[in-house]
């Protein structure tokens, strides 16, 4: 993923509402969920909804297709997995990456 496409889709998530669809179809998986069912479980106007998908669907972050005269969109697990892969490159210089551990302090009581 090149530098610019990956500000794309971290600007496309950098909103509340952007990010809870984009979880949510994640969760949801390659089926995909319709607008309106979208639109009813985060309690988000279509109207509002529909400004969000556009974003996260110029960003390539998620995918739609027709069912009858329903719209389904999808997570785009290809484009989140090369995200990830973009802000993980070249983690910890090369060495392996360990969780930092951090000493409990002693309590008086």
């Known amino acids: 993923m090149e530098t610019k496409q990956a500000l794309l889709a971290l600007a496309a998530l950098a909103q509340e509402s952007r990010l809870a669809v984009f979880r949510l179809l994640v969760q949801t998986g390659p089926l995909g969920m319709a607008a309106s069912k979208i639109a009813e479980e985060l309690g988000i106007a ?64």
Not at 46 to 60: G, M, N, Q
Not at 79 to 92: R, Y
Request: hydrophobic fraction near 35%; glycine fraction near 6%; charged fraction near 10%.
């Open 46 to 109: 279509a109207s509002s909804l529909s400004f969000h998908l556009k974003e996260l669907s110029h960003a390539d972050l998620v995918q739609s297709r027709q069912a009858g005269r329903f719209v389904i969109y999808s997570a785009n697990i290809t484009t989140m997995n090369q995200m990830l892969g973009f802000l993980t490159e070249n983690c910890c210089g090369g060495n392996p990456c360990t969780p930092v551990l951090v000493p409990q302090c002693a309590t008086s009581d």
